[in-house]
């Protein structure tokens, strides 16, 4: 999921610029503070709902937000891509706060928070490895067909996660 938040804050600015035309730099600056914005506006929205209610709503927005993301790139729409943006990241914000109430509360006590430490380790990751990939990809492969690419892959992994935490989320 994070993922995605890497791809908006290190390769929005070339996408906007390379597939919309948009070259102000407060348009991406706003566009990144959106999709941050609604990952924490869902975490903090759906703080009374119930964990199964909430990995529902991530698989669903990812989803959705991730397809609105590509179709936004393919057409091309920048209000698309970014209402698509501010949907997938509210839905990678309540994955996340899922995945860390999971694992806390599965997580022995006395791993509580090496297990907690093991998730930011990852994420941070899929905010890094990712844009790497992307980045070395777009000296060989055009613009569109990297973000397609990187859309259908963050889609799979998020959705799947999602439902899968569902599955065993009280």
Not at 5 to 10: H, N, V
Not at 92 to 113: H, M, N, Q, W, Y
Not at 131 to 147: D, K, R
Request: net charge positive.
């Amino acid at each position: 999921g994070f993922a995605l938040f890497g791809l908006f804050t290190s390769l929005a600015p070339t996408l906007l610029v390379g597939t919309f035309g948009e070259t102000r730099h407060l348009v991406a600056g706003v566009t990144v503070f959106l999709v941050f914005g609604s990952a924490a506006a869902a975490q903090v929205l759906l703080a009374r709902v119930s964990r199964r209610s909430q990995l529902l709503f991530a698989a669903l927005a990812c989803g959705i937000g991730l397809a609105a993301i590509a179709l936004g790139a393919v057409l091309p729409s920048f209000v698309l891509f970014l209402v698509g943006g501010v949907v997938a990241g509210a839905g990678v914000g309540a994955l996340f706060k899922c995945a860390l109430a999971t694992a806390s509360e599965i997580a022995e006590p006395g791993r509580r928070g090496e297990t907690l430490a093991a998730i930011f380790l990852v994420a941070y990751c899929g905010l890094a490895v990712p844009v790497l990939a992307i980045g070395a990809a777009l000296t060989v492969v055009p613009q569109l067909v990297v973000l397609l690419v990187f859309v259908v892959l963050v889609a799979v992994v998020t959705v799947v996660a999602a439902l899968r935490m569902r599955r065993i989320a009280r």
